[in-house]
């Protein structure tokens, strides 16, 4: 639902006094948006989802810091969410578009529709996932999200590789089951 510059700086004021009902209106006008300067930056839409969960924490935590007077709204937002692209980007290491063709075919922000549904099952997934305890919610990442082996993972989180693959069967059983499938 789009929002106007002033409805957009009265939100942002109301997220500052902790205002939840605000914060839902500023990210429902701002998400598709942000998505995609995230997704331009990173090139991948697994990061961008996460840097995007992070920029609205951000967004939550410094509202009070906005000044009207300065930027418009969506310019500090923007800003918000390139720099938290920017340091993910430094932090790991991209994948070139010779090597991933795929990233080619991600929507653009003229056809917002074609990523929100895209959008709901990652906010399905993370929902699913934060149900998860701690340390098996860290096994699920460190093997899908980051690429590293069953072996890896007992090394880094002194395990036996058995309780790792077990923990790892189990969690994946419970998200699938979260998730209705």
């Given at each position: 639902m789009p929002l106007s510059r002033e409805q957009l700086i009265e939100a942002l004021g109301r997220v500052a006094q902790g205002d939840q009902a605000a914060f839902k209106a500023v990210y429902a006008a701002t998400s598709l948006k942000l998505y995609g300067i995230v997704v331009r930056i990173l090139g991948r839409r697994d990061l961008a989802d996460?840097?995007?969960?992070?920029?609205?924490?951000?967004v939550w935590q410094?509202?009070?810091d906005y000044d009207p007077v300065t930027s418009s709204p969506i310019t500090w937002l923007a800003?918000?969410?390139?720099?938290?692209?920017?340091?993910?980007?430094?932090?790991?290491?991209?994948?070139s578009l010779e090597e991933s063709p795929q990233l080619l075919q991600l929507p653009s922000d003229d056809d917002p529709a074609a990523s929100y549904e895209e959008m709901e099952q990652t906010r399905r997934?993370?929902?699913?996932?934060?149900?998860?305890?701690?340390?098996?919610?860290?096994?699920?990442?460190?093997?899908?999200?980051?690429?590293?082996?069953?072996?890896?993972?007992?090394?880094?989180?002194?395990?036996p590789v058995p309780?790792?693959?077990?923990?790892?069967?189990?969690?994946?059983?419970?998200?699938k089951s979260c998730l209705g499938q």
């Open positions: 996460e840097v995007l969960q992070e920029v609205y924490v951000r410094s509202a009070a800003t918000i969410a390139r720099n938290r692209a920017l340091d993910e980007a430094k932090r790991k290491s991209m994948v997934l993370y929902a699913c996932l934060n149900e998860l305890e701690r340390e098996k919610k860290e096994i699920v990442l460190l093997a899908y999200h980051y690429g590293l082996t069953r072996e890896e993972i007992a090394r880094r989180l002194n395990r309780t790792v693959k077990t923990w790892l069967r189990r969690s994946l059983e419970q998200i």
